[in-house]
């Protein structure tokens, strides 16, 4: 075929030629090639986007810690970035997330389990097609309206079961974070769980066993790998979640693991200085970007158990 | 009489796990109940809170120190600017990331390389795009605390979404449509912007969608940045009466968007600028869930409509 390369076609029988538009262009070819380059340099923006973000937050962060010595950012039980007597114990913003999140998973992962198991293994078609959309809609809710709900509705409500509960806390800013989760660990189970095999099922009835008996024995064992993806995404979602808990848990740095105390969190924290105005390059300004790489790495490290979970409990059909 | 004996205790076995499946059953039932009645409650609150602050004046006047007065004139402007230049970005990269991945992309390094980026971007919390965004948009390229570091950082933020979505609707169409447009001499860029591209459409709208609604309410990266909460002026328009008719200065200008004005309003004391709050909430959320439900509608009517 290269020899046609530019020119005419010829009919092989008469020599006429057939047509121009037959003939292979350089120029369609040159084409191809460009828009294929653009197609790729689109692509690899994800893989940019990932090294800027390493790059960012790495760059600052050495700098931070030319300035405070590894050891004060762990060890160092007080947080007072922006004071003069300046300490920088990361414990203490860690111990906000951390409690955050756990008071988020215990209302997420046993609501969305259940919610979950409900959905792909009770519910009737019509239930099921109401229900998806539906989380699907809670998802979409944006955070500061959670928020909003938090500090002006739930506070409220608890404060009438406990009096004594500060207007900022951990306990309602979790509870609502825990209800925004709901729909990612719901759906991701069960996904997971209607991925199993329908013999595995009809073998399970086949022995008389129930339907809940099927679906706590059967079912959940066997999807458990995907339930554990759901799980790590909840925990990473409830790690990286910000304006729940700048509106509602106060921004007061405290290291205490009772929910009932405010608290600031990482996240609350680079939200409270970047309100402020500080200016770039100040020792302020680059503690944002080493809370910043703590919480990469904690979702980094929850990201990578989530991966050793799926590894030790896949199963294969 | 003790064969009678062990069938009565068989029949109540299965009568007791019978009872276990209805329990589950209900419990399920509920615990969708609780996502139904909080979300009933969050709308019911905010809606009295707040309805009585919707009025024309509270979408055309600007935030004032007096609750009564302030509105989100700046705030919905700004909002509708940065969505501008969210979607200018990711709409062309996320679809032509989506398309090279599942048209182009040999199997190699470089593919896998991307596709797990891809996977990791979308787990990124969404604050450290806001610290991406600081370092890189606002003081390296030097585009300062304006609209345009604001709608890129939300592009990146929302392209996993849009790529994820274009790949699944790509990946929807049989092989033959490409193999019946290349047996009849099209190219392979001929045969995706003729056929994969306008038959993948609705999908790819759909991603669109989803990530545009996430956009709209994402607060934490844009505070980052640097928005202002209390801006009383609007960017400069971006038509203009005299020749060249665009005018671009709006990207650089600074703003506020519609959740930050929210966050503003929530997080004072006084108790007046809570119901400016609920109002603002209410605006949001109307404004996302029907955005969603529109995305749900045409994966809907996509599932219903079209048999390869």
Same mark, same amino acid.
């Given at each position: 075929?290269?020899?046609?390369?530019?020119?005419?076609?010829?009919?092989?029988?008469?020599?006429?030629?057939?047509?121009?538009?037959?003939?292979?262009?350089?120029?369609?070819?040159?084409?191809?090639?460009?828009?294929?380059?653009?197609?790729?340099?689109?692509?690899?923006?994800?893989?940019?986007?990932?090294?800027?973000?390493?790059?960012?937050?790495?760059?600052?962060?050495?700098?931070?810690?030319?300035?405070?010595?590894?050891?004060?950012?762990?060890?160092?039980?007080? @947080?007072?970035?922006?004071?003069?007597?300046?300490?920088?114990?990361?414990?203490?913003?860690?111990?906000?997330?951390?409690?955050?999140?756990?008071?988020?998973?215990?209302?997420?992962?046993?609501?969305?389990?259940?919610?979950?198991?409900?959905?792909?293994?009770?519910?009737?078609?019509?239930?099921?097609?109401?229900?998806?959309?539906?989380?699907?809609?809670?998802?979409?809710?944006?955070?500061?309206?959670?928020?909003?709900?938090?500090?002006?509705?739930?506070?409220?409500?608890?404060?009438?079961?406990?009096?004594?509960?500060?207007?900022?806390?951990?306990?309602?800013?979790?509870?609502?974070?825990?209800?925004?989760?709901?729909?990612?660990?719901?759906?991701?189970?069960?996904?997971?769980?209607?991925?199993?095999?329908?013999?595995?099922?009809?073998?399970?009835?086949?022995?008389?066993?129930?339907?809940?008996?099927?679906?706590?024995?059967?079912?959940?064992?066997?999807?458990?790998?995907?339930?554990?993806?759901?799980?790590?995404?909840?925990?990473?979602?409830?790690?990286?979640?910000?304006?729940?808990?700048?509106?509602?848990?106060?921004?007061?740095? *405290?290291?205490? @693991?009772?929910?009932?105390?405010?608290?600031?969190?990482?996240?609350?924290?680079?939200?409270?200085?970047?309100?402020?105005?500080?200016?770039?390059?100040?020792?302020?300004?680059?503690?944002?970007?080493?809370?910043?790489?703590?919480?990469?790495?904690?979702?980094?490290?929850? *990201?990578?158990?989530?991966?050793?979970?799926?590894?030790?409990?896949?199963?294969?059909? | 009489?003790?064969?009678?004996?062990?069938? !009565?205790?068989?029949?109540?076995?299965?009568?007791?796990?019978?009872?276990?499946?209805?329990?589950?059953?209900?419990?399920?039932?509920?615990?969708?109940?609780?996502?139904?009645?909080?979300?009933?409650?969050?709308?019911?609150?905010?809606?009295?809170?707040?309805?009585?602050?919707?009025?024309?004046?509270?979408?055309?006047?600007?935030?004032?120190?007096?609750?009564?007065?302030?509105?989100?004139?700046?705030?919905?402007?700004?909002?509708?600017?940065?969505?501008?230049?969210?979607?200018?970005?990711?709409?062309?990269?996320?679809?032509?990331? !989506?398309?090279?991945?599942?048209?182009?992309?040999?199997?190699?390094?470089?593919?896998?390389?991307?596709?797990?980026?891809?996977?990791?971007?979308?787990?990124?919390?969404?604050?450290?795009?806001?610290?991406?965004?600081? !370092?890189?948009?606002?003081?390296?390229?030097?585009?300062?605390?304006?609209?345009?570091?604001?709608?890129?950082?939300?592009?990146?933020?929302?392209?996993?979404?849009?790529?994820?979505?274009?790949?699944?609707?790509?990946?929807?169409?049989?092989?033959?449509?490409?193999?019946?447009?290349?047996?009849?001499?099209?190219?392979?860029?001929?045969?995706?912007?003729?056929?994969?591209?306008?038959?993948?459409?609705?999908?790819?709208?759909?991603?669109?969608?989803?990530?545009?609604?996430?956009?709209? !309410?994402?607060?934490?990266?844009?505070?980052?940045?640097?928005?202002?909460?209390?801006?009383?002026?609007?960017?400069?328009?971006?038509?203009?009466?005299?020749?060249?008719?665009?005018?671009?200065?709006?990207?650089?200008?600074?703003?506020?968007?519609?959740?930050?004005?929210?966050?503003?309003?929530?997080?004072?004391?006084?108790?007046?600028?809570?119901?400016?709050?609920?109002?603002?909430?209410?605006?949001?959320?109307?404004?996302?869930?029907?955005?969603?439900?529109?995305?749900?509608?045409?994966?809907?009517?996509?599932?219903?409509?079209?048999?390869?």
């Amino acid at each position: 075929m290269s020899n046609l390369t530019g020119t005419a076609i010829l009919d092989p029988v008469t020599a006429h030629v057939v047509s121009d538009r037959l003939a292979r262009r350089r120029s369609r070819h040159v084409k191809e090639r460009v828009i294929e380059a653009l197609l790729l340099l689109a692509a690899l923006v994800s893989v940019f986007t990932t090294v800027a973000i390493v790059y960012v937050l790495v760059s600052e962060s050495v700098e931070f810690f030319r300035h405070v010595p590894l050891t004060d950012f762990l060890f160092d039980t007080q @947080w007072t970035p922006l004071f003069a007597d300046a300490h920088f114990g990361i414990m203490v913003l860690l111990s906000g997330t951390l409690l955050s999140s756990f008071v988020a998973l215990a209302v997420a992962v046993p609501l969305g389990t259940i919610i979950a198991i409900y959905l792909s293994e009770f519910a009737p078609f019509s239930v099921r097609e109401i229900a998806k959309p539906f989380l699907e809609l809670l998802g979409g809710i944006p955070t500061i309206v959670y928020g909003y709900f938090a500090l002006l509705f739930v506070t409220p409500l608890l404060q009438k079961l406990m009096p004594e509960l500060p207007g900022f806390n951990i306990l309602s800013a979790g509870l609502v974070m825990g209800i925004m989760i709901i729909p990612y660990v719901a759906s991701v189970s069960e996904d997971a769980m209607r991925a199993v095999p329908m013999a595995l099922r009809e073998g399970s009835y086949a022995m008389g066993a129930t339907r809940f008996q099927t679906a706590i024995r059967v079912v959940t064992p066997a999807a458990f790998s995907g339930i554990a993806a759901a799980y790590i995404l909840g925990i990473s979602r409830a790690v990286g979640e910000t304006m729940i808990l700048a509106v509602a848990a106060g921004m007061q740095p *405290n290291l205490t @693991w009772n929910p009932l105390e405010p608290a600031a969190t990482i996240t609350s924290f680079i939200v409270q200085v970047a309100l402020g105005d500080l200016p770039h390059g100040s020792l302020g300004y680059q503690t944002i970007f080493a809370a910043g790489l703590t919480l990469c790495l904690l979702t980094l490290f929850f *990201n990578i158990l989530g991966h050793l979970l799926r590894k030790r409990f896949r199963q294969v059909y | 009489m003790a064969l009678r004996q062990e069938i !009565g205790e068989i029949r109540a076995m299965i009568a007791r796990h019978k009872r276990w499946d209805m329990a589950f059953a209900l419990l399920g039932l509920l615990a969708l109940m609780v996502g139904v009645l909080t979300f009933a409650a969050l709308f019911t609150q905010m809606a009295i809170e707040g309805a009585a602050r919707l009025s024309w004046d509270f979408f055309t006047s600007f935030p004032s120190r007096r609750a009564a007065q302030a509105g989100i004139l700046s705030a919905w402007i700004g909002s509708v600017m940065v969505m501008i230049v969210t979607a200018a970005t990711a709409v062309p990269l996320g679809v032509g990331a !989506g398309i090279y991945l599942e048209e182009y992309a040999p199997k190699n390094w470089v593919t896998d390389l991307i596709e797990i980026n891809v996977t990791n971007l979308a787990g990124v919390p969404s604050i450290i795009y806001g610290l991406l965004a600081l !370092g890189l948009f606002v003081y390296q390229f030097g585009f300062g605390q304006s609209v345009l570091s604001a709608g890129l950082t939300l592009g990146l933020l929302i392209l996993p979404v849009v790529i994820v979505a274009t790949r699944e609707a790509i990946r929807s169409i049989p092989g033959v449509i490409r193999e019946g447009a290349m047996a009849l001499g099209a190219t392979r860029w001929q045969t995706t912007a003729d056929h994969i591209v306008p038959y993948s459409l609705p999908g790819i709208l759909t991603g669109v969608i989803i990530g545009m609604s996430r956009a709209i !309410g994402e607060t934490a990266p844009v505070i980052t940045i640097g928005a202002l909460t209390f801006i009383a002026f609007l960017p400069p328009s971006p038509v203009q009466a005299e020749p060249p008719f665009l005018n671009f200065e709006w990207l650089l200008s600074g703003f506020t968007v519609m959740p930050i004005q929210m966050f503003n309003w929530t997080s004072r004391p006084d108790a007046a600028f809570h119901a400016n709050a609920a109002a603002a909430g209410l605006v949001l959320v109307v404004m996302t869930l029907s955005m969603n439900a529109l995305a749900i509608y045409i994966r809907y009517r996509l599932r219903k409509n079209i048999k390869w």
